[in-house]
């Protein structure tokens, strides 16, 4: 009774928030990622759109690969939760004046190619992505889409290129199995955040690429990238930055919002997981054993890849207060394979290290010390999700046993 009711409370929160006034890496290029064939298209029968869509939008509804049964309102309409399209950016030591260290920030980092001392890093913080979901921007000359859902947990970049065409992307005010539905400008076609997927519209069938974005501590960020650029609070939009609308969101016992689907048992509903989906193989990696571990090797669709979990790291979903949140920690993936070698790592006396030379790495999958200092591991496209999230679109997933 008393989930439902705060449930209820936060829909409003949204609804009247909305209505007031996202790795030390080279680019993704170098490392494993999802596979992005354009699927064979399978369009259903044409059936009524989700109500009021075609009075908002101009896309050909009569294209659409999942049924508008599975998709609900999430409250606000089209751009009531509104993107950043002209995004500005401050110091890390501006930014540490309102920016707490426990307080998670999406990572993303683009690196001229073949050189990477030449990089752009950047630091999107959720206190902000919060309230908008949607950045529009352009990290070293590349156009990127940095992304969050609330309602899922998922800090998820993509890129804006796509059919030679650079897009624009906004919200629809839908959510399907509660995950964000956003859309492009230029053509009004419906994706899914989760899965990039285009599921009604124009280009119905088609999927965006994944860009490499962590989730991870402000602390770590600054400590490494003190140079680095953070997305600012002024965004021209008036909202309670740094405080949580979804407070008690992400209780281990609590209901998904505006979830229609089933959840295998696997994992609590809520748990949180980081996944990683290679080669048709899907993985899910439960934050309780990560924060155990601290360490994973594994082999995903035949690619060699590594975990690090660390500590530090707030829920943004927690308190209402964002730094106050709980401790989760923060997780993220790289191939452990280096210049043609496969590397195995493990957590001893505090350090990650390589069993082969014995060389210390940090969170940004960096060499710190040892004879492989200065080396840099290639990252894995790996999203944090909720549970019911991750397996309402990959109900097959393999969920990581130690």
């Known amino acids: ?162 059919d030679n065409q650079v897009f624009d992307f906004g919200t629809t005010g839908r959510l399907r199995y509660s995950n964000l539905i956003m859309y492009d400008r230029q053509t009004e076609t419906w994706w899914q955040q989760a899965t990039g997927d285009a599921i009604a519209g124009e280009h119905t069938g088609a999927q965006l690429e994944f860009y490499p974005a962590s989730m991870i501590s402000w602390v770590d960020f600054k400590e490494l990238h003190p140079d680095g650029k953070v997305l600012s609070r002024d965004t021209g939009h008036p909202r309670n930055y740094g405080k949580n609308p979804y407070f008690g969101y992400d209780d281990i016992n609590q209901t998904p919002f505006l979830f229609n689907g089933t959840t295998p048992d696997q994992l609590p509903p809520m748990a949180r997981v980081l996944t990683i989906d290679l080669n048709g193989e899907a993985v899910a990696y439960p934050y309780d054993v990560l924060s155990e571990l601290n360490i994973i090797n594994d082999t995903v669709g035949e690619n060699d890849v590594v975990l690090f979990w660390t500590e530090g790291t707030a829920s943004a979903l927690d308190t209402s207060n964002i730094p106050e949140g709980r401790e989760v920690g923060s997780a993220v993936a790289y191939a452990r394979v280096l210049d043609g070698t496969p590397l195995d790592f493990e957590f001893k006396d505090g350090k990650i290290l390589d069993t082969q030379t014995g060389s210390e790495w940090n969170i940004f999958g960096l060499a710190i010390g040892g004879k492989l200092k200065g080396k840099q591991l290639n990252p894995v496209v790996s999203i944090n999700h909720f549970w019911f999230s991750w397996a309402a679109f990959k109900p097959e997933t393999r969920v990581y046993q130690p």
């Open 1 to 162: 009774m008393f989930r439902n009711w705060m449930i209820w409370i936060l829909a409003a929160g949204w609804l009247l928030s909305a209505c007031a006034a996202s790795q030390a890496t080279d680019s993704a290029s170098d490392s494993p990622v999802p596979d992005s064939p354009q699927p064979a298209l399978t369009l259903l029968p044409a059936e009524s759109p989700p109500r009021g869509a075609e009075n908002e939008f101009t896309t050909d509804f009569s294209k659409h690969s999942i049924p508008y049964s599975e998709i609900l309102s999430g409250g606000p309409p089209k751009d009531g939760i509104p993107a950043i399209d002209t995004p500005k950016f401050i110091s890390v030591s501006e930014a540490n004046e309102w920016l707490k260290d426990r307080e998670p920030v999406v990572f993303v980092q683009a690196c001229a190619e073949g050189n990477r001392s030449v990089c752009e890093v950047k630091a999107y913080p959720i206190q902000i992505l919060m309230w908008h979901e949607i950045v529009n921007d352009t990290v070293g000359n590349e156009p990127l889409l940095v992304t969050f859902c609330p309602l899922c947990n998922t800090a998820i970049a993509f890129k804006r290129t796509f």
